[in-house]
């Protein structure tokens, strides 16, 4: 009986059909932002890099050290999910300043304020910190809540696609939204619905080589359990308990 209410739970939970995705870009705002996070968002502005997991390229922390910003020695793991570089070496103004040992740029950057060719903080506003896409051809974001549910994503992009006819593309849920002849230093504003709840989504934004940009301010909308299923859950404990008190009394 145990057995089958929890795999109904999960069922229920997880159980809605699925949908394509849809993926939405505009000219960022503060107002528009603040409306498509919801209250129960998890948000990472990378404003605290002690709380991020992963290393600068020469091997120091990401806080307490000489090193305040630069290439990484690979993927960064965040409170919102995973970023990591889509490659391959890139090279150029943006790589020439992060670079830290030297060997071109195969890795993200994570950016201290000034700004680096009109790349920077977006999210808070009086904010230093971002995640550069290091004159690689972009990065992919899993966003993960570690279980938890959600149904869609914001974040927002500055300085994208604003070199000549390069075009940048966002990738998520089966869908691709492309944009292109930006101009410098513009900032973004993308909402991607995944029309379904899911537990976790990759998100990769991608551009050519060489035309670095900045994401910042990355919130997942968190979906709150319906009272129902805090109902269902409560139940299923209950009946866990009867059942281990029912086996202490027959091995007794």
Known sequence: ??????????????????????????????????????ASAVIEDFENPGALS????????????????????GGISTAVGTFTSLGPIGSGTTCGTFDLNGDGC?????????????????VPDNGLWSLNSNDTQG?????????????SVVFAIQDAADAGQKILSITAGGQTQTFSALPNNNEQLVFIDFGADVSSATINI????????????????????????????GGIAALGGVARRRKAKQTA
């Open 1 to 38: 009986m145990l057995k089958t209410t929890s795999v109904a739970l999960a069922a229920f939970i997880a159980g809605s059909m699925a949908q394509a995705a849809t993926i939405s870009v505009s000219t960022f705002s503060y107002a528009d932002w603040n409306s498509k996070v919801g």
């Open 54 to 73: 992963g290393t600068f390229e020469n091997g120091d922390a990401l806080t307490g050290t000489s090193t305040i910003k630069g290439e990484l020695q």
């Open 106 to 122: 195969h890795q993200l950057a994570l950016q201290k304020d000034p700004g680096q060719n009109g790349q920077g903080n977006i």
């Open 139 to 151: 990065m992919a974001w899993v966003a993960d809540l570690g279980g938890a549910l959600f149904k």
């Open 206 to 233: 991608r551009t050519s080589a060489n035309d670095g940009f900045t994401i910042d301010g990355a919130a997942i909308n968190v979906v709150p359990l319906p009272a129902s299923s805090l109902l269902l859950i």
